[in-house]
């Protein structure tokens, strides 16, 4: 887990939803650029209400990474955490996104910082506000885990029932742990860690980026950097640990002559193509689930030009569709978690057969 923890920090400066998505803003002037997220992503107030709101600048901004964490605004001026940017190009240079241009920095359509004379790339380790919900919900993580911990090192689990945060944990790492043994086999003691860091990394991190307020709200689990280096860690787990009977089902299985020299090249797709399921239905789901839900909220700001009577009606009907939408995604944060530790459990299993 560390090491995918150190995997995603690097990829995190590299992909962002908006760029899996081919998302391309082609009119953004240099001044444009140079805004900081946070201020773009601003709900507009009614002093700006003759204005037309740009719902898919609200929402890509939200869903989005960002240089610096946005709270609230107050007194019609953003109120956000500045994080460092932290570039290396001619040397380490660290400064805050207001203080780009001052560094000869600006930011490209995706948000990027690039260099305002090339506008090429250099070398971003920033910590941006999905590295640092990365460090924030793994450090919690394992609080919990040591919590726990020590729970059970100070009392006799075979004598009295967990108490407190130990009563929490105990039945998810035990549905884990159960899922492992159904699926894997004899040696699934040996996979029962990972399969249970997985499920709860993931189920954290999903219910953390439903909360509106901070330390919440990071689409994380939506970031396909995230999502794919999860999906690798399985597939090198599968793979690397994989069992001559699996291997031989891959490159010589037994079938028809005529089918030899076709399914090794079915089967080799079919493994590479796993991680790439993993990867997509976990992103997709939850990237989904935040662009409804915040969806609902620019209904009540588009129908507020319209009147009192339909605005109104109209901020009912948002407002109840976001509470049953925020409660439909706390079922899919727990499903998507789920799934993925299943199906984990299952290509392990898979690559574990030995030949009767």
Known sequence: MILTFIISLLLLQEISPLAALGRNDNNVTPNEAAVTPSEAAVIPSEAEESQDIDVSEI???????????????????????????IVIED?????????????????????????????????????????????????????????????????????????????????????????????????????SPYLSMAFLWILLNNFMGILPFFPGGANLT???????????????????????????????????????????????????MKPVSLTIRLFANMLAGHIMILSMVCIIFIMAKYGPLLGGGMTVVSVLFGVFLDALECLVAFIQAYVFTMLSSIYIGLARQREE
């Open 59 to 85: 929402i890509f901004s939200h869903i989005g990474d960002e240089y610096e964490w946005h709270i609230t605004e107050w007194k019609g001026k953003p109120v956000a955490i500045p994080l460092p940017c």
């Open 222 to 272: 939506g970031n396909i950097a995230i999502t794919l280096v999860l999906a690798l860690c399985t597939f090198f787990t599968v793979n690397l640990t994989g069992t001559k009977h699996y291997y031989k089902e891959i490159f010589n299985p037994d079938v028809p002559v005529f089918l030899k020299p076709i399914m090794p090249v079915i089967e080799v797709f079919s493994a590479l």
């Open 91 to 191: 040397g380490v240079h660290v400064f805050t996104a207001h203080h780009a241009e001052e560094n000869g920095y600006t930011f490209n359509e995706n948000g990027k910082l690039v260099n305002a004379q090339t506008g090429k790339r250099p070398l971003d380790i920033s910590i941006t506000k999905n590295v640092l919900a990365l460090m924030m919900s793994s450090l919690l993580l394992l609080v919990i885990i040591l919590l726990t911990a020590r729970w059970y090192r100070r009392h006799d689990a075979l004598q009295e029932a967990p108490t407190g945060i130990a009563a929490f944990m105990e039945p998810l790492v035990m549905m884990v742990h159960d899922m492992a043994r159904e699926n894997i086999g004899p040696d699934y003691r040996r996979y």
